[in-house]
């Protein structure tokens, strides 16, 4: 006997912590019924095993403590998997322009590792992994190539990140 709608949800977030989004999505494509489904979610939230900020502050401090995202990337990976608007605000809250600014540095010394020096393409690959303007403006000025690179984006430096 295949495991109930519940059984299932619980048997799934003992995996990870999800979104409601997602384990709805999961249930449903396992084809329990969408009543099923809600009644089970609902039964989790009631019980605390569904709390969307706690679960977007974790992917958050997860992804931070691999290095090498900003927080757009951040934020868009969370909207992909299907967090609250709540959730997704309060789990950047606490990410600071600084800890854009460190995490783009990191990322800047792995690349450049590689033998790689163009500026351009380095801005493309910081812009790529969700790292704001400002920080991407800032690595590069930092290189010593820095003048060169001063032109990649149009800020002013009284512009906020």
Known sequence: MPPSCYDKAVQLLGLRPHFRRELEGKLARRGYPPEEVVAALDRLGRQGYLNEVETARAFVAGRQSRGGEGRSRLKA????????????????????????????????????????????ALARHLQRKGFSPRAIVAVLQERPAGDETADLWDLNEDDSA
């Open 77 to 120: 990976e969370l909207v992909k998997r299907g967090a609250s608007g709540e959730a997704i605000e309060s789990a950047l809250a606490d990410l600071s322009p600084e800890d854009d600014l460190a995490a783009a540095r990191e990322v800047a010394v792995k690349w450049s590792r590689g033998g790689k020096s163009d500026p351009q």
